[in-house]
């Protein structure tokens, strides 16, 4: 077997053998000077456990602040909804990551809960809302990240 086809085999065996559970979703939205980003998670296993974070682009020539703050909306498949006010620090701190992209753009991560279980699985749905008016036309997006820990 020559050395291309025995690649495309060895990718299709991986892919067809590979666990059902993706181990991370992420969703990124570009959308410049949107107030509310909204995603859906699937979290379809009851005895996982997940860890989520959120993601930020933003223009750090424009942002003078030292935190973005935010409002995450959960909303579970059975309608039930809770809210989480959030300080979203823009220096780097344990766990969090920071890259210029170019220029003043810069991408962050943070992360916001771990070892989360539930007993409601399907589809989930997050809303982050960016608190501060004067921040909205220089978050370029927002993105949510969700990672199987087990």
């Given at each position: 077997?020559?050395?291309?086809?025995?690649?495309?085999?060895?990718?299709?065996?991986?892919?067809?053998?590979s666990c059902?559970h993706p181990?991370?979703?992420?969703?990124?939205?570009?959308?410049?000077?949107?107030?509310?980003?909204?995603?859906?998670?699937?979290?379809?296993?009851?005895?996982?456990?997940?860890?989520?974070?959120?993601?930020?682009?933003?223009n750090a020539?424009?942002?003078?602040?030292?935190?973005?703050?935010?409002?995450?909306?959960?909303?579970?498949?059975?309608?039930?909804?809770?809210?989480?006010?959030?300080?979203?620090?823009?220096?780097?701190?344990?766990?969090?990551?920071?890259?210029?992209?170019?220029?003043?753009?810069?991408?962050?991560?943070?992360?916001?809960?771990?070892?989360?279980?539930?007993?409601?699985?399907?589809?989930?749905?997050?809303?982050?809302?960016?608190?501060?008016?004067?921040?909205?036309?220089?978050?370029?997006?927002?993105?949510?990240?969700?990672?199987?820990?087990?």
């Amino acid at each position: 077997m020559t050395t291309p086809k025995l690649l495309a085999a060895a990718l299709l065996a991986l892919v067809l053998c590979s666990c059902s559970h993706p181990r991370e979703q992420y969703s990124f939205k570009f959308a410049p000077g949107k107030g509310v980003y909204d995603f859906e998670l699937m979290m379809d296993s009851p005895e996982a456990f997940y860890e989520t974070s959120i993601a930020c682009r933003y223009n750090a020539a424009h942002i003078r602040d030292t935190v973005i703050p935010v409002t995450i909306t959960v909303t579970a498949p059975d309608g039930r909804t809770a809210e989480d006010f959030i300080d979203l620090p823009l220096e780097r701190r344990e766990g969090v990551t920071v890259r210029r992209a170019d220029g003043s753009r810069t991408d962050i991560r943070w992360p916001w809960r771990r070892h989360i279980q539930v007993a409601d699985t399907g589809l989930w749905k997050v809303s982050v809302r960016l608190d501060a008016p004067s921040q909205r036309r220089h978050v370029q997006g927002m993105g949510v990240a969700l990672t199987r820990e087990n």
